[in-house]
């Protein structure tokens, strides 16, 4: 019930007052939250949190959600009208990553809309792409910030400076404060949805490899993780446990947590899967494995 409260209430605060928003061709676009992708704590205050929805709003709530105000100057920037949702009809704010040195710096990744940061808690917003590049759009557009598809975006806790980004075209990675980013290459696809890093080793980050964007299923219908401890100069692949046939699970951005030890990690697949390792993926168990399909998985 708490969930559907505030939900409404995210609803009730965009739909109130109307007004008339269009998106990059032209075309009016509901006044309306049509789902929460992210909702993570504010940091700088008891009860304060971040919120990013679909189409494209970021919210900010300092009493732990009864009320929700949305940060109009990333709403109203000139290049949001052409955040255009990838896959989706609209952009959704999917990462949320609040500095842990100091909560005014915020930064978001908005599906084909690029990654932005705050260092002033949303008064004012500046993209960080560089070095990404977009290989659906013509090559005169490949370096914009708009164009850019991250899938998911970390901060690393042990080294702030670091991020990672599963991205629509691959595997990114900045190591200087999202100064740039360099692309990585993985095998056997470097395609994919969630990431997640160590808490305690910033090089080390663990994905879930799909086949390409036109075939969203493992390679060879064989279920494996890659893993990197090197920063991204290595990757292994990590198979024991997980099906080797008939494999047609996908795992959404948000569908893969590891836990504050570091050594357990689990996800979960569109298919009703859910498996967990103990040892950094050296290993892979079955939870369940009829469960719908599996949206978010966390550790508390």
């Known amino acids: 019930m708490a969930r559907v ?41 008891k009860g304060a949190l971040w919120c990013g929805t679909m189409p494209g709003g970021l919210f900010r709530s300092d009493d732990r959600g009864d009320t929700w105000r949305l940060i109009e100057s990333l709403w109203n920037h000139p290049t949001r009208v052409k955040w ?21 710096v915020v930064v978001i990744a908005v599906s084909s809309g690029g990654v932005w940061r705050t260092r002033d808690a949303g008064a004012t917003w500046q993209p960080h792409t ?6 659906y759009v013509p090559p005169e557009q490949a370096d914009w910030p708009e164009n850019q598809d991250p899938h998911c975006v ?41 990431v997640v890093v160590h808490p305690r080793a910033a090089d080390r980050a ?12 493992p390679i060879w219908g064989q279920m494996l993780v890659t893993r990197t401890k090197d920063g991204g100069k290595t990757f292994e692949t990590l198979r024991e446990g997980l099906p080797q046939e008939h494999a047609y699970d996908l795992v959404y951005r948000h569908a893969m947590d590891i836990a504050e030890d570091g050594d357990q990690i689990a996800f979960g697949s569109t298919t009703g899967n859910l498996w967990i ?8 168990h079955a939870v369940a494995s009829n469960l719908p399909p599996i949206f978010a998985v966390r550790f508390v």
């Open 130 to 135: 560089k070095g990404m590049v977009a290989g």
């Open 84 to 104: 255009n949702g990838g896959g989706a009809d609209h952009a959704a704010i999917h990462s949320i990553c609040v500095d842990p040195r100091d909560p005014r």
């Open 154 to 194: 970390v901060q690393s806790p042990s080294n702030p400076d670091v991020f990672w980004c599963q991205h629509h075209m691959g595997i990114w990675r900045s190591s200087n404060d999202l100064a740039s980013w360099e692309q990585l290459t993985a095998q056997p696809s470097s395609f994919g949805f969630p």
């Open 206 to 217: 663990w994905f879930v490899p799909a086949h390409s964007d036109q075939k969203r299923a």
């Open 277 to 284: 390792t103990e040892d950094q993926g050296e290993h892979w």
């Open 5 to 45: 409260v505030f939900t409404e209430n995210l609803k009730r605060h965009v739909e109130c007052p109307p007004t008339v928003d269009k998106d990059m061709w032209g075309k009016d676009r509901e006044w309306v939250t049509k789902n929460i992708w992210a909702l993570v704590p504010a940091l700088d205050s």
